[in-house]
């Protein structure tokens, strides 16, 4: 069980286009996602979190604009980089916890591969 | 702010021995400690886990300790196989509030034939 499905495994945009990345919690409910960042070798960088029917909290750093979050049901929560740029190539992982239960595992996605052309 | 640390940053063993990693949290108000394993391409997996109240948990091959005085926890895999390798984090989370997990910088994990 609890089983987060994450889609396009990976994408190649040219610069200046927008992309969404989709998050599913396929087989329970989660008021809550987060979506991170991972570069090569490196540890998985909060972006935000995502939280249904509201909007999503920002991490020191990201630009709202530029990353935009939409939860509009317990089960789906997207990313939207827009008019990416090379930097933003990078790994975007997603995550969600069943429902609010404290103490419990986070679920994650297998990740977006983005690159930006 | 919250951190978690990690150690070693690379570790490599041959197989069929132990592999240990460590983990020191810094907000005392800490009460899970999850372990992750990220293979290459992929999303981390949980792999074992364990709350505030308990000293120790072992999972066959894996196990994971906790001193809640020095703010420490391992991770412990016994007669490790080639497909343990991977990459290793740690993490630190509160039961309350808005469910933020702080993570370990990770630990490259080969295990050689």
């Known amino acids: 069980g609890a089983v987060v499905s994450q889609h396009p495994s990976r994408v190649i945009c040219k610069s200046g286009t927008s992309v969404k990345i989709e998050c599913r919690s396929l087989d329970f409910q989660a008021t809550t996602m987060f979506w991170y960042r991972q570069f090569p070798k490196q540890s998985l960088m909060l972006m935000a979190t995502?939280?249904?029917?509201?909007?999503?909290?920002?991490e020191q750093g990201v630009e709202k604009d530029k990353f935009l979050i939409n939860h509009a049901s317990l089960t789906l929560s997207t990313l939207t980089v827009t008019s990416a740029h090379p930097e933003d190539s990078s790994f975007y992982i997603c995550?969600?916890?069943?429902?609010?239960?404290?103490?419990?595992?986070?679920?994650f996605g297998n990740g977006t591969r983005l690159t930006v052309t | 702010g919250e951190n978690v640390e990690q150690h070693p940053s690379t570790l490599s063993v041959q197989e069929g021995d132990s592999a240990v990693i460590k983990c020191t949290y810094s907000d005392s108000a800490s009460n899970y400690f999850p372990w992750y394993k990220q293979e290459l391409g992929k999303g981390p997996q949980l792999i074992i886990d364990?709350?505030?109240?308990?000293g120790e948990k072992k999972d066959q091959r894996i196990a994971v300790t906790l001193n809640k005085t020095a703010k420490h926890f391992s991770l412990h895999i016994t007669e490790t196989q080639p497909e343990d390798s991977a990459v290793y984090f740690c993490a630190a989370s509160r039961g309350t509030g808005g469910f933020k997990t702080i993570f370990g910088a990770g630990t490259r994990l080969f295990v050689k034939a």
């Open positions: 995502s939280n249904e029917g509201s909007k999503a909290t920002y």
């Open positions: 995550s969600a916890k069943v429902a609010a239960r404290v103490n419990s595992p986070l679920h």
């Open positions: 364990i709350r505030s109240n308990v």
